[in-house]
């Protein structure tokens, strides 16, 4: 038990799947696991531990933005010896190609400031997916009719942005879309030895004000799931 979670010793996986909402990491439990538990819910952030085609995973919520997640992350790698995680997640779509629904795997994320700027000072480090698990989702990807883009991201420490500067610039330079836990994550999986992948589904989009409805949501959130189940374990 740590401060933020409450899971008894063993009671995590060591592969760990992080929706930023609490309820949706309840709803992939008990949609892709088998004979899933309840394992955490200190401040209402959910976590629930199951098995997927015999392997142990845990769904646990890590809140909004990378100060909550970089507190989840933590606790679950250096208390519960977590070694995979992987962010599921939605996001804002920045590039023309980039359509509502579409998934992006993101092979790098961009960022103004997180948690761990402090520790590097002056050096701008690239936090970046782990190589072995972007290439097992990507093939993941490859076998559902879904449009996958992978490339680099920016993780945003605000989400109500007035920098559409800032936002042009990451067009310019390719960045494919936008969330806020990103970043964080992959320098947390750096520092520890870990493995860390974000798989996210394009649920708006920036430039064109498109949005995906909440009803129609589900099943574009499920095909991130189960790529990202996929990949974990191949």
């Known amino acids: 038990m740590t401060i933020h979670i409450g899971a008894a010793p063993g009671d995590i996986a060591e592969t760990v799947l992080m929706p930023g909402d609490p309820y949706r990491a309840k709803w992939a439990a008990e949609t892709f696991l088998q004979d899933a538990?309840?394992?955490?819910?200190v401040r209402g952030m959910l976590g629930y531990t199951g098995t997927w085609n015999g392997h142990r995973v845990t769904m646990q919520g890590s809140g909004m933005g990378m100060p909550s997640l970089s507190i989840y992350a933590n606790e679950l790698i250096r208390d519960y010896g977590a070694k995979t995680l992987i962010r599921i997640g939605s996001c804002g779509g920045m590039q023309d190609k980039v359509k509502v629904r579409d998934v992006i795997l993101a092979m790098t994320a961009s960022t103004?400031?997180?948690?761990?700027?402090?520790?590097?000072?002056?050096l701008n480090f690239a936090p970046c997916a782990d190589w072995g698990l972007l290439?097992?989702?990507?093939?993941?990807?490859?076998?559902?009719?879904?449009?996958?883009?992978?490339?680099g991201i920016y993780s945003s420490d605000v989400f109500y942005d007035e920098r559409p500067d800032l936002n042009e610039q990451m067009v310019r330079h390719g960045i494919l879309g936008v969330e806020m836990e990103a970043a964080e994550l992959y320098t947390l999986a750096a520092r520890h030895g870990c493995r860390a992948l974000a798989v996210l589904t394009v649920s708006d989009h920036l430039g064109t004000g498109e949005a995906l409805p909440s009803d129609q949501r589900e099943r574009s959130f499920g095909d991130m799931v189960e790529i990202a189940l996929e990949a974990a374990f191949s």
């Not at 290439?135 to 490339?151: E, M, N, S």
């Open 37 to 41: 538990r309840l394992v955490n819910e």
């Open 112 to 122: 103004v400031n997180s948690p761990s700027s402090g520790f590097f000072r002056e």
């Open 135 to 151: 290439q097992a989702a990507a093939q993941a990807a490859g076998k559902r009719d879904i449009a996958t883009h992978i490339g």
